[in-house]
């Protein structure tokens, strides 16, 4: 992915796409491995870490949160009830436990006892009020529709730590929509962010909006006080602006670095590089409900003929990994069992003639919504040309992207971020999802996925999933051809910084990072 | 002798780099290897997204000569009689209806004009060339008019009037070519500037796509690379640069002998 | 006319003109693809979503009303609030101002008289050594993209050397509490403006001693130096404060490019966010900001090229 910056414009990147649904990690255990070098944890110190910014429009409101630098602000200032761990699932929060009833559609949730940085405690009734904010009918906040099965006028708070949520319909999975994106937890009845108050590891400080962000240590953090005295969050668009800043000693921490930075760096002494697999997903989807891609034939000789290998080496600058046509690589449920498909020209051309489509011209939308787009896309229209299929790269407005692709168009440039295999079905793979870029509406895997759904039992479930994935490895639309690292530098006073795939728990997780 | 070698040394520096952009597409072979990002591989090496480098300077030329100077012609073509009319003119109203318009659109900042323009209009040469000449023609305007100005005020343009010659002998035949010094030291400057709006547009990510083979996009995008390849950013920028000081040199060399030749 | 009616008469024409340029902006705005809504849903474009939000942020009103109300509250001095972030117009413009502002006043304060100065050194012999090192400096300097500049520089002074910061991060846009995180900056800024107006001053220099009230007052016995400085030097700058106000007018409109490499939070940092985001209220403020200083810049430039050489300017 290139970086070039900038910054404005495409490279901050939304975060990754999605939606919904999130999140946790078990408390404390901190599970990736953390960077060497920096010794033993250490307490005080302010850690000032680079990211890229919304600019001026930038909000302390966690259920607007929308960039990178908002999530990571807003999990350092609140919690969620559940978090994704570096599996991408769900590890409990702000909810000590979760049970659902037999039916799986009542769910009762034990909240430990935490406190908010005004002394008041978490009481049931502030996660009701919470929720009942982001379902507002009026309103438009991002976690909406990952919340959107909850029956809120049944759900109930038994007493001050206990709640129990009432759910439309059957479902297992509930704990990944309490670790929905931005389902963060606010006191009942804020409406007012100037100052706010949260239950996170930090309190605030200061903010400047499209400058920086000051926060302080909470002490009586439920999860144990973060090392760190202070945390400032300060933003620095351009990707080289974070790389000098972090080489120049201005931050400590620069998120989101390039792969051709990483390689430059390699080895340096002045800037540890911390890369976390499998958080990028990278992709063409094809939209299997018009032609030319509504030809079977035609979508398995689209697979055959990419050569992801240099796709991964060429786009990515080798930091990531080839893909399987699959979401989720290391994440729960994922069928790792599937043979890694790799390129088989003679097959390819046998499918396109066999399809009719020798010679095709399609068109493949890109932009610049997504660093690496563009490049990929030219990548894989040199490939298309050796088995006698004419891509014709379109780059097109890279503001307006996704929602164009999503509606126009037969193949398009796609990236997504981590979620649930479970989610990436609900959003984008069912009849009625609502973003589903590759038209993939079928009956009767719709009916699979209610099925997963209502199986309380994991092993069972998993089986449905692994299922459900062979039949899209076969014939889906997506052309998932690798997984990008996501990368962060620090300076190698910086301890404790964790291996997470970006929107899990540990991933711009501060309170387990220390100063050296 | 002597001056063959100072004209010779602009003369070169403009020679190779328009050499290479009108004939450099012709050595580049029809399939193009790819390889590793900032490699080894070619006399170059390889670019961001692997291709050679050698092979993208010898086809990034076109377009940068082309939109630069196409653009820089348009907006003295469109600039300059707008500005001679507007100067020469006695009926200040006809002044105002010529510069007023151009006053509106110098109002609006030049990166507005590329992110919105790049943004509505098609992608391609054509709208690239369009835009910056756009965002060109009130500048040269308005420094044409106010050394036109400058000149019509002079005696002997006063008497040219008196002896009742034409306008057309006047602004064309006398301003005009008074003016010539400043409109050329000018345009040297505004070729550069034009080659670096396409840059710009680059750094932007509007107006040309990021992988083009364009000298001035090549040395936007390989910067990530600058530690690990610097050939791949100085190779074009270097072209770039000969050109702009080639024309300055050639420029200042031409009018010095012409000046020469009129005093 | 005297010079009070002229700038009474141009004030007034500018009023005009930030109100053709406001309409103007508004119209190309409201042509680029998407709203505000589509570009805020970003990589989740639910459509019922993007619909709801819509509607929270009024997009569902006609184009013309929403225009007519910001020209209405313009007329009293508001610029109204940012759709996007609900925070009010005047905010985002004082806060990209300042630091806007420093960096332009700074960067003229050394650019006049640096390139005045250049440009009459190699005008007093053309062709010779130092004009044509001045030249070839200028040109070089000239025609490198300023971002090119600006990572050289900052690789080689910033991280290599460490002599300077790299950055202006963590200033919060308070650059003068930092000073030395404006030197890359300014040098960056300086180098292609410098070119331009020296290459102007020089050519008008070589012009004007070339000039027939320049031979006369040879003929009259004046020193070659006085007719230089006191006569040749004010008409030859005449026609380069066109350039310096266009140049006034870039440093102001917002150099994004040397913004976001050194992380300024400047006013070309906000427009290149409220395009992306089609926060028309902002964008519109923004271009009204600018047009107004516009107009101011090339006011002042006329009465001082005015000044200079009178009849220049009718």
Same mark, same amino acid.
């Given at each position: 992915?290139?970086?070039?910056?900038?910054?404005?414009?495409?490279? !901050?990147? =939304?975060?990754?796409?999605?939606?919904?649904?999130?999140?946790?990690?078990?408390?404390?255990?901190?599970?990736?491995?953390?960077?060497?070098?920096?010794?033993?944890?250490?307490?005080?110190?302010?850690?000032?870490?680079?990211?890229?910014?919304?600019?001026?429009?930038?909000?302390?409101?966690?259920?607007?949160? @929308?960039? =990178?630098?908002?999530?990571?602000?807003?999990?350092?200032?609140?919690?969620? &009830?559940?978090?994704?761990? /570096?599996?991408?699932?769900?590890?409990?929060?702000?909810?000590?436990?979760?049970?659902?009833?037999?039916?799986?559609?009542?769910?009762?949730?034990?909240? !430990?006892?935490?406190?908010?940085?005004?002394?008041?405690?978490?009481?049931?009734?502030?996660?009701?009020?919470?929720?009942?904010?982001?379902?507002?009918?009026?309103?438009?906040?991002?976690?909406?529709?990952? &919340?959107?099965?909850? /029956?809120?006028?049944?759900?109930? $708070?038994?007493?001050?730590?206990?709640?129990?949520?009432?759910?439309?319909?059957?479902?297992?999975?509930?704990?990944?929509?309490?670790?929905?994106?931005?389902?963060?937890?606010?006191?009942?009845?804020?409406?007012?962010?100037?100052?706010?108050?949260?239950?996170?590891?930090?309190?605030?400080?200061?903010?400047?909006?499209?400058?920086?962000?000051?926060?302080?240590?909470?002490?009586?953090?439920?999860?144990?006080?973060?090392? &760190?005295?202070?945390?400032?969050?300060?933003? $620095? @668009?351009?990707?080289?602006?974070?790389?000098?800043?972090?080489?120049?000693?201005?931050?400590?921490?620069?998120?989101?670095?390039?792969?051709?930075? %990483?390689?430059?760096?390699?080895?340096?002494?002045?800037?540890?590089?911390?890369?976390?697999?499998?958080?990028?997903?990278?992709?063409?989807?094809?939209?299997?409900?018009?032609?030319?891609?509504?030809?079977?034939?035609?979508?398995?000789?689209?697979?055959?003929?990419?050569? !992801?290998?240099?796709?991964?080496?060429?786009?990515?600058?080798?930091?990531?990994?080839?893909? @399987?046509?699959?979401?989720?690589?290391?994440?729960?449920?994922? %069928? /790792?069992?599937?043979?890694?498909?790799?390129?088989?020209?003679?097959?390819?051309?046998?499918?396109?003639?066999?399809?009719?489509?020798?010679? &095709?011209?399609?068109?493949?939308?890109?932009?610049?919504?997504?660093?690496?787009?563009?490049?990929?896309?030219?990548?894989?229209?040199?490939?298309?040309?050796?088995?006698?299929?004419?891509?014709?790269?379109?780059?097109? @407005?890279?503001?307006? =992207?996704? $929602?164009?692709?999503?509606?126009?168009?037969?193949?398009?440039?796609?990236?997504?971020?981590?979620?649930?295999?479970?989610?990436?079905?609900?959003?984008?793979?069912?009849?009625?999802?609502?973003?589903?870029?590759?038209?993939?509406?079928?009956?009767? =895997?719709?009916?699979?996925?209610?099925?997963?759904?209502?199986?309380?039992?994991?092993?069972?479930?998993?089986?449905?999933?692994?299922?459900?994935?062979?039949?899209?490895?076969?014939?889906?639309?997506?052309?998932?051809?690798?997984?990008?690292?996501?990368?962060?530098?620090?300076?190698?006073?910086?301890?404790?910084?964790?291996?997470?795939?970006?929107?899990?728990?540990?991933?711009?997780?501060?309170?387990?990072?220390?100063?050296? | 002798?002597?001056?063959?070698?100072?004209?010779?040394?602009?003369?070169?520096?403009?020679?190779?780099?328009?050499?290479?952009?009108?004939?450099?597409?012709?050595?580049?072979?029809?399939?193009?290897?790819?390889?590793?990002?900032?490699?080894?591989?070619?006399?170059?090496?390889?670019?961001?997204?692997?291709?050679?480098?050698?092979?993208?300077?010898?086809?990034?030329?076109?377009?940068?000569?082309?939109?630069?100077?196409? #653009?820089?012609?348009?907006?003295?073509?469109?600039?300059?009689?707008?500005?001679?009319?507007?100067?020469?003119?006695?009926? *200040?109203?006809?002044? +105002?209806?010529?510069?007023?318009?151009?006053?509106?659109?110098?109002?609006?900042?030049?990166?507005?004009?590329?992110?919105?323009?790049?943004?509505?209009?098609?992608?391609?040469?054509?709208?690239?060339?369009?835009?910056?000449?756009?965002?060109?023609?009130?500048?040269? #305007?308005?420094?044409?008019?106010?050394?036109?100005? +400058?000149?019509?005020?002079?005696?002997?343009? +006063?008497?040219?009037?008196?002896?009742? +010659?034409?306008?057309?002998?006047?602004?064309?035949?006398?301003?005009?070519?008074?003016?010539?010094?400043?409109?050329?030291?000018?345009?040297?400057?505004?070729?550069?500037?034009?080659?670096?709006?396409?840059?710009?547009?680059?750094?932007?990510?509007?107006?040309?796509?990021?992988? #083009?083979?364009?000298?001035?996009?090549?040395?936007?995008?390989?910067?990530?690379?600058?530690?690990?390849?610097?050939?791949?950013?100085?190779?074009? #920028?270097?072209?770039?640069?000969?050109?702009?000081?080639?024309?300055?040199?050639?420029?200042? *060399?031409?009018?010095?002998? *012409?000046?020469?030749?009129?005093? | 006319?005297?010079?009070?009616?002229?700038?009474?008469?141009?004030?007034?024409?500018?009023?005009?003109?930030?109100?053709?340029?406001?309409?103007?902006?508004?119209?190309?705005?409201?042509?680029?693809?998407?709203?505000?809504?589509?570009?805020?849903?970003?990589?989740?474009?639910?459509?019922?979503?993007?619909?709801?939000?819509?509607?929270?942020?009024?997009?569902?009103?006609?184009?013309?009303?929403?225009?007519?109300?910001?020209?209405?509250?313009?007329?009293?001095?508001?610029?109204?609030?940012?759709?996007?972030?609900?925070?009010?117009?005047?905010?985002?413009?004082?806060?990209?101002?300042?630091?806007?502002?420093?960096?332009?006043?700074?960067?003229?304060?050394?650019?006049?008289?640096?390139?005045?100065?250049?440009?009459?050194?190699?005008?007093?012999?053309?062709?010779?050594?130092?004009?044509?090192?001045?030249?070839?400096?200028?040109?070089?300097?000239?025609?490198?993209?300023?971002?090119?500049?600006?990572?050289?520089?900052?690789?080689?002074?910033?991280?290599?050397?460490?002599?300077?910061?790299?950055?202006?991060?963590?200033?919060?846009?308070?650059?003068?509490?930092?000073?030395?995180?404006?030197?890359?900056?300014?040098?960056?800024?300086?180098?292609?403006?410098?070119?331009?107006?020296?290459?102007?001053?020089?050519?008008?220099?070589?012009?004007?001693?070339?000039?027939?009230?320049?031979?006369?007052?040879?003929?009259?016995?004046?020193?070659?130096?006085?007719?230089?400085?006191?006569?040749?030097?004010?008409?030859?700058?005449?026609?380069?404060?066109?350039?310096?106000?266009?140049?006034?007018?870039?440093?102001?409109?917002?150099?994004?490019?040397?913004?976001?490499?050194?992380?300024?939070?400047?006013?070309?940092?906000?427009?290149?966010?409220?395009?992306?985001?089609?926060?028309?209220?902002?964008?519109?403020?923004?271009?009204?900001?600018?047009?107004?200083?516009?107009?101011?810049?090339?006011?002042?430039?006329?009465?001082?090229?005015?000044?200079?050489?009178?009849?220049?300017?009718?």
């Amino acid at each position: 992915m290139s970086n070039h910056p900038f910054p404005t414009l495409d490279r !901050r990147g =939304f975060l990754g796409l999605t939606a919904g649904l999130s999140v946790a990690a078990l408390a404390g255990c901190g599970t990736g491995a953390p960077a060497p070098a920096a010794g033993a944890p250490r307490a005080g110190g302010r850690l000032r870490a680079a990211f890229a910014g919304g600019g001026a429009k930038e909000v302390l409101d966690p259920h607007l949160a @929308n960039l =990178f630098l908002e999530a990571a602000r807003s999990k350092a200032l609140y919690d969620k &009830l559940a978090d994704f761990g /570096d599996d991408v699932a769900p590890r409990p929060r702000l909810a000590e436990k979760w049970e659902p009833s037999a039916d799986l559609t009542r769910w009762r949730i034990t909240l !430990r006892a935490a406190e908010f940085h005004d002394g008041r405690p978490v009481r049931a009734q502030d996660v009701l009020a919470s929720y009942a904010r982001i379902l507002d009918p009026k309103r438009a906040f991002r976690a909406k529709a990952s &919340l959107g099965l909850i /029956d809120l006028p049944n759900s109930r $708070a038994i007493d001050d730590r206990t709640i129990e949520f009432a759910l439309k319909r059957p479902y297992v999975e509930f704990p990944n929509v309490l670790a929905s994106f931005s389902a963060y937890i606010i006191p009942e009845s804020t409406e007012d962010f100037t100052n706010p108050v949260g239950s996170g590891p930090f309190a605030f400080v200061s903010f400047q909006p499209g400058k920086s962000t000051v926060l302080k240590r909470n002490p009586r953090y439920w999860e144990g006080a973060a090392h &760190l005295d202070e945390l400032e969050f300060v933003i $620095a @668009n351009e990707e080289s602006a974070r790389v000098n800043a972090l080489l120049g000693g201005q931050v400590d921490y620069a998120h989101d670095l390039a792969p051709v930075t %990483a390689r430059g760096h390699q080895g340096s002494d002045k800037l540890m590089l911390v890369r976390s697999p499998n958080s990028g997903i990278q992709a063409f989807a094809m939209k299997v409900d018009r032609p030319p891609f509504d030809n079977r034939d035609l979508r398995e000789a689209m697979f055959l003929l990419a050569d !992801r290998q240099q796709l991964v080496d060429t786009t990515l600058s080798g930091a990531g990994q080839v893909a @399987n046509d699959l979401f989720g690589k290391g994440y729960q449920h994922y %069928a /790792d069992d599937i043979p890694q498909r790799v390129r088989d020209l003679d097959r390819a051309k046998w499918l396109v003639k066999k399809a009719g489509a020798e010679g &095709l011209k399609v068109k493949l939308d890109t932009s610049e919504a997504a660093s690496g787009f563009v490049e990929a896309a030219s990548v894989f229209a040199d490939q298309a040309r050796e088995a006698g299929i004419e891509i014709e790269v379109a780059v097109g @407005n890279k503001d307006t =992207f996704w $929602a164009d692709t999503l509606k126009n168009g037969s193949l398009s440039s796609f990236r997504s971020g981590a979620m649930p295999i479970e989610s990436h079905f609900s959003q984008r793979l069912l009849s009625k999802s609502t973003t589903n870029v590759t038209k993939w509406a079928r009956p009767e =895997f719709d009916a699979l996925y209610d099925k997963a759904v209502s199986t309380a039992d994991d092993a069972a479930r998993g089986a449905v999933y692994r299922d459900m994935q062979r039949t899209l490895h076969a014939e889906g639309g997506y052309l998932i051809w690798g997984f990008a690292d996501w990368i962060i530098g620090t300076s190698p006073k910086v301890g404790g910084v964790a291996t997470a795939p970006a929107n899990t728990l540990d991933w711009a997780r501060f309170d387990k990072v220390w100063l050296a | 002798m002597k001056a063959v070698l100072r004209y010779g040394i602009g003369g070169l520096l403009v020679a190779v780099p328009l050499l290479l952009a009108v004939a450099g597409p012709l050595f580049v072979p029809d399939a193009l290897t790819r390889g590793a990002a900032f490699g080894d591989t070619g006399p170059l090496g390889t670019d961001f997204i692997g291709r050679d480098v050698w092979h993208q300077v010898l086809l990034g030329g076109r377009t940068v000569v082309l939109v630069a100077m196409l #653009a820089t012609v348009l907006s003295y073509l469109v600039g300059v009689p707008i500005a001679l009319l507007a100067a020469m003119t006695r009926r *200040r109203w006809v002044d +105002e209806v010529l510069m007023r318009p151009l006053d509106v659109l110098l109002a609006v900042p030049s990166l507005l004009v590329l992110i919105l323009l790049a943004s509505i209009a098609p992608r391609g040469v054509l709208t690239l060339v369009l835009i910056v000449a756009l965002v060109n023609v009130p500048d040269v #305007a308005r420094i044409a008019r106010a050394a036109a100005l +400058e000149i019509a005020s002079r005696p002997a343009l +006063e008497a040219m009037r008196l002896q009742g +010659e034409t306008w057309w002998r006047t602004a064309v035949g006398y301003v005009g070519r008074s003016m010539l010094r400043t409109l050329v030291a000018d345009l040297g400057i505004r070729l550069t500037a034009a080659l670096y709006l396409v840059a710009s547009a680059s750094f932007l990510g509007v107006g040309v796509p990021p992988d #083009a083979s364009d000298w001035a996009v090549m040395v936007d995008r390989n910067q990530t690379g600058l530690f690990l390849a610097p050939e791949a950013v100085m190779a074009p #920028a270097l072209l770039i640069i000969a050109l702009s000081v080639g024309v300055n040199l050639v420029f200042d *060399r031409a009018l010095r002998d *012409r000046g020469r030749a009129w005093l | 006319m005297t010079l009070g009616h002229y700038a009474l008469r141009r004030l007034l024409l500018g009023v005009v003109q930030v109100a053709a340029v406001a309409t103007l902006v508004y119209l190309l705005v409201a042509a680029l693809p998407g709203d505000a809504a589509v570009a805020l849903a970003g990589d989740n474009p639910d459509p019922e979503r993007i619909e709801q939000i819509r509607v929270a942020m009024g997009l569902d009103r006609p184009v013309w009303e929403r225009f007519a109300e910001w020209l209405w509250g313009l007329t009293h001095g508001d610029f109204g609030v940012s759709i996007v972030s609900g925070r009010p117009v005047a905010d985002f413009l004082a806060d990209g101002l300042e630091p806007t502002l420093l960096l332009a006043g700074l960067t003229m304060l050394m650019l006049v008289p640096v390139s005045v100065l250049l440009g009459v050194a190699s005008a007093r012999r053309e062709g010779g050594w130092l004009d044509r090192v001045v030249t070839t400096t200028a040109v070089g300097l000239h025609a490198i993209p300023e971002f090119t500049l600006a990572i050289v520089l900052i690789a080689l002074f910033g991280v290599q050397l460490a002599w300077l910061p790299p950055t202006a991060v963590g200033t919060d846009g308070d650059l003068l509490a930092e000073p030395a995180v404006l030197v890359l900056p300014l040098i960056v800024l300086l180098a292609r403006p410098i070119c331009s107006i020296s290459r102007l001053v020089r050519a008008a220099m070589i012009d004007a001693a070339a000039s027939d009230y320049a031979r006369h007052a040879r003929r009259l016995g004046l020193s070659a130096r006085r007719v230089r400085y006191a006569h040749a030097l004010p008409n030859a700058v005449a026609p380069a404060v066109q350039q310096m106000a266009r140049t006034t007018d870039w440093l102001l409109g917002g150099v994004v490019v040397v913004e976001a490499v050194f992380v300024i939070p400047g006013l070309g940092t906000i427009l290149v966010d409220a395009v992306a985001g089609r926060d028309l209220p902002v964008i519109q403020g923004l271009a009204v900001l600018f047009a107004v200083t516009t107009v101011l810049v090339n006011l002042v430039a006329d009465v001082v090229a005015f000044r200079l050489a009178p009849r220049a300017v009718t």
